[in-house]
């Protein structure tokens, strides 16, 4: 990165994604100014005079050169079949909000934003960001994947009317340390919580949500966190997907997760439990063409990473 970079500000920054790009922030950008992850508690971003206020009273502080949207309200697993309007409600007030606030106040900056694969729709082939428009997403997350490509309108909008300058990156699910380890959280995060407790509390058996023959695409946020990087540096496209490019089925990853945990018991699937897409995969030629970013982390060295941080600080919680 050769221009001068002021102040960023990063919303959603207290999540474990926003803390490590903060901090990979500091490694690959060394001189940058303030870096605030924007929290919740610092202001409401579905309130419009909260937000406007705030962005006011920091870019006082220093020019902002680069906003890196990640806010959203989402849970994992069911809930966003049922809490469909809580979540349009909640993330088209706060993209519109973040929009309107970036333009009046601070123009100069650079918007990189990150949305979710779950915007494509279902079929078992990896998604190249041609199939954005004019396609479905997953039935029961319509509502929050079209807030999401409202929020990719929006961008193409302020940047047409009023020259300003943002990209997009699309992710798969994002795992690694400071994740959440709750068994309603994300599958990889779940799986890695109840394999470890199950060790740890001499259980003999663990249940996983479905049959196991779901694929996903997973992604270490590391190198989520330098593909985004790369894309607010670099990026010409609207969006760009950021993925692995292939699809690793849930059972394959229960076994992976079930051998670093040292788990001897019996892996119990059930197909009662939520299941959610049979198969979502990213295809990431064109990031690779144009910001010249690939991941570096397999999926096996990922979740030997993430146990690794759980049995050291989170297994303590």
């Given at each position: 990165?050769?221009?001068?970079?002021?102040?960023?500000?990063?919303?959603g920054g207290s999540g474990f994604i926003g803390r490590t790009l903060a901090q990979r922030l500091r490694e690959q950008w060394p001189g940058t100014g303030i870096i605030h992850g924007l929290s919740s508690r610092d202001a409401d971003l579905t309130d419009r005079p909260t937000t406007f206020r705030w962005f006011e009273q920091f870019q006082a502080k220093g020019p902002i050169t680069h906003i890196f949207h990640l806010a959203a309200v989402y849970k994992a697993g069911g809930w966003p079949?049922?809490?469909?309007?809580?979540?349009?409600?909640?993330?088209?007030?706060?993209?519109?909000?973040?929009?309107?606030?970036?333009?009046?106040?601070?123009?100069?900056?650079?918007?990189?934003?990150?949305?979710?694969?779950?915007?494509?729709?279902?079929?078992?082939?990896?998604?190249?960001?041609?199939?954005?428009?004019?396609?479905?997403p997953e039935a029961y997350l319509y509502a929050y994947a079209f807030t999401k490509k409202a929020l990719i309108i929006g961008q193409r909008a302020y940047c047409q009317e009023f020259?300003?300058?943002?990209?997009?990156?699309?992710?798969?699910?994002?795992?690694?340390?400071?994740?959440?380890?709750?068994?309603?959280?994300?599958v990889m995060g779940a799986l890695i919580g109840k394999f470890c407790r199950a060790v740890r509390e001499g259980k003999n058996t663990v249940e996983v949500w479905g049959d196991g023959l779901q694929e996903r695409e997973f992604i270490h946020v590391e190198d989520a966190a330098d593909g985004i990087i790369a894309?607010?540096?670099?990026?010409?496209s609207p969006f760009l997907n950021l993925g692995m490019g292939q699809g690793v089925s849930i059972k394959r990853i229960a076994e992976i997760i079930r051998q670093e945990s040292g788990f001897k018991g019996e892996v119990v699937f059930n197909p009662q439990r939520f299941v959610g897409a049979r198969f979502r995969v990213l295809c990431s030629d064109l990031a690779v063409k144009e910001i010249g970013w690939r991941p570096r982390i397999s999926i096996e060295t990922g979740i030997r990473r993430t146990i690794a941080f759980y049995l050291e600080k989170a297994g303590r919680i």
């Open positions: 990165m050769r221009e001068s970079i002021g102040n960023i500000v990063i919303t079949a049922t809490h469909p309007a809580t979540q349009f409600d909640a993330n088209m007030a706060l993209n519109i909000n973040l929009l309107e606030a970036w333009k009046r106040h601070c123009p100069g900056a650079r918007l990189t934003s990150v949305v979710s694969y779950c915007m494509y729709p279902d079929h078992d082939r990896p998604h190249p960001e041609s199939e954005m428009y004019g396609t479905e020259k300003l300058s943002a990209t997009s990156v699309v992710l798969p699910t994002v795992y690694g340390p400071n994740d959440s380890f709750a068994e309603d959280s994300h894309a607010a540096a670099r990026a010409t």
